[in-house]
């Protein structure tokens, strides 16, 4: 089981960036995909969720109007674009996979079967 995660990077404050997560290993269709993030001395939270079933999706609040979350299933790649990036957004984002319907699961590592590596997101004020 294999999630790459890519796209991180140094941005000013206002940019953008998109995440990239290849999934292979698994079936892809069957599971939620999201991220997490966790800036430093922070505890991981759940950023972003899209579910398997009927695209449903979740945003926390503090990236709701600013992040999109979209999934390629041709090609098991989930991406998250990031707009209106703030100093705030900082931090380790973590590609994650869980075989649950609901997307709010994704507030919780609980539900986690998969994790990636982390790509850092590194906003400059």
């Known amino acids: 089981v294999q999630l790459q995660a890519s796209g991180g990077g140094l941005v000013q404050a206002g940019g953008s960036l998109r995440l990239s997560c290849a999934a292979s290993?698994?079936?892809?269709?069957?599971?939620?995909i999201g991220w997490f993030r966790q800036a430093p001395g922070k505890e991981r939270e759940g950023v972003s969720c899209?579910?398997?079933?009927?695209?449903?999706?979740y945003y926390a609040d503090s990236v709701k109007g600013r992040f999109t979350i979209s999934r390629d299933n041709a090609n098991n790649t989930v991406y998250l674009q990031m707009n209106s990036l703030k100093p705030e957004d900082t931090a380790v984002h973590y590609c994650?996979?869980?075989?649950?319907?609901?997307?709010?699961?994704?507030?919780?590592?609980?539900?986690?079967?998969?994790w990636g590596q982390g790509t850092l997101v590194t906003v400059s004020s």
């Open positions: 994650a996979a869980g075989r649950f319907t609901n997307v709010l699961s994704m507030r919780s590592t609980n539900y986690i079967d998969y």
């Open positions: 290993g698994f079936t892809f269709d069957d599971y939620a």
């Open positions: 899209i579910s398997s079933s009927d695209g449903s999706t």
